[in-house]
């Protein structure tokens, strides 16, 4: 962890590269090792915290290690998947992966428990255990998710196919998606049931994507339902084994990773990139150059002002609308997650089945039940954790925050916030232990750390302006926006990451894909899988 890439500092820029990448994040990776397998480019990578991954990165204090955006990925635990060919491709199967097992989420709902199995079948089955006379419901969930997935492929296909392609036929790769993506989940479960369990249930996963069902697109959720369906993995080694296995591919063909590295600007000269200005002053000059730090940061931060095509990224990411926040209780034990009987499934804990209620009530209260909390297990789940920490666990305890809660102290520096901060946080930290504490009950008197990041932190290691948790919303909006795409206004300049496509550790991915794809002018989502 931590020593992927050269600092900055020590970089002397003295070969010219095919292309930069700004932003290490898995889009930014993901992009940068296919323009390097594919096509032998050498590419530069420019990231501005001072250890490579973006949300993929991990972070260490007093001995352990916690990740920050990632928890489980579905689909990879079958070697055969799409998306594990494609982590197969840009990895040239370094990574390995942990299957999370036959549960992939408890979810509690005030005082019931319900499960998410590994599995449609099983899925299904338990559902209809629960839910004995919503059969009709549970299966049109089924089948609605079943069709949403289905469209996105040519949905997120058209993004990166040849403008005069899009220009024919793109309404009708469109179509059917939006369909789904212009309704939105609270609308759509209203029709399948009055059952407001099951509803709660069904989008029980919301905290996926960051929209609560009266706001979140049905498609959104739909993509991340599907996505969990058939089980998840987690990457052995930690997410930071993410972009320790990536790097080799990019670094093969000539290409860098450069950390502690700041882009300032994106220079063009009219329409056309030329190249990157970094913090120091110092201009990187290179006539491609790929994005991965969000539309906001791309267009309103890098980009001057009059530069074609920027006024258009800036009315599609307002349109959308920027995510949540959250804030992570990070937890060190020191026993094993054997010793502590800590599960491999996440714990997902609702106060009541009305989540948009629960959210509300919140944002006009902090002191309000907490409309979500996720618990996540990392230590369980990665075999090769009790070698890097013998002897000790980890637990990840998060809930979502208003960024407006914490904007007053956005100027104060980390580790020197005031008082109100420190016992906001102290507040925050206890009622999530509390919450953990009631569901976890054994690992009560094992906490030996534990240390609460908000949307502050965020900001500060990602540089996301609001703190968001997964970049643009995932509202019908952002869905309507078709200049959320890898290709920009401006020759050269390119969108890859989570914005380009989705959130998600996959749909960032393939936002790289994408992103690849448009660039060479081949379609890689046919040739890699
Ligand atoms: C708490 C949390 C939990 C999550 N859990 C999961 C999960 O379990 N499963 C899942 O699939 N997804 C999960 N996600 C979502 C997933 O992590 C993200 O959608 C995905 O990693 C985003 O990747 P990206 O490449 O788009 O951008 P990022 O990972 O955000 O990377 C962008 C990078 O750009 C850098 N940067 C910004 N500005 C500049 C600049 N000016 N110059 C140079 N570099 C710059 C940033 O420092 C950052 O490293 C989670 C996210 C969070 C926050």
Redesign the pocket.
Known sequence: MGDIGEHYRNFEHTENYDAVV?????????VAALLASEAGKRVLV????TI??????TFNRKGWEW????????GVQEPNSFLRQIFDHVTQSRLKWQPTGDIVDRIVVGDREFEYLAGQKQWRERMLADFPSEDTAINRFLELVGDTRKQSMSFFGEKAVPAPIALIFGWLMRRGFLKHSDRKLGDVLDTLTDDQMLKAVLSAQYG?HGMPPAQASFAMHAMVFA?YLEGAAYPIGG?AAIAEAISPTIEAAGGRIVVG????EILTAGNRVTGVRM?DGRDILCPLVIS???IP?TAG??LREGTPGRLQLLEAANAAGPSVG?C?LHIGLEKTAEELKLPMA?LWVYPGPDHDANLRHFEADPSAPLPLVFV?FPSAKDPDFERRHPGRATI?V?TFAPYERFSRWQDQPAGRRDEAYVEMKKDLSSRLLQTLYYHVPQVKGEVAFHDLSTPLT?RW????EHG????LNHGPARFRQRALKPKTEIKGLWL?????C????????L??VLSASAILGRNLLKTIS
């Open positions: 700004i932003g290490s994040g898995i889009g930014g990776l993901g420019l990231e501005r915290h490579a991954g973006g949300f993929t990165h990740d920050t955006g990632l928890h489980y990925v579905g996926d996505h997410s590295a700041e882009v300032v913090a991965d730090v969000g940061n931060r890098l959250h992570c996440n996540s990840e998060t965020t290691f990602c540089n996301y968001e948790v997964y970049g890859t990451g989570q914005d380009a989705t959130a998600g550790i996959a749909g960032a991915l936002g790289g």
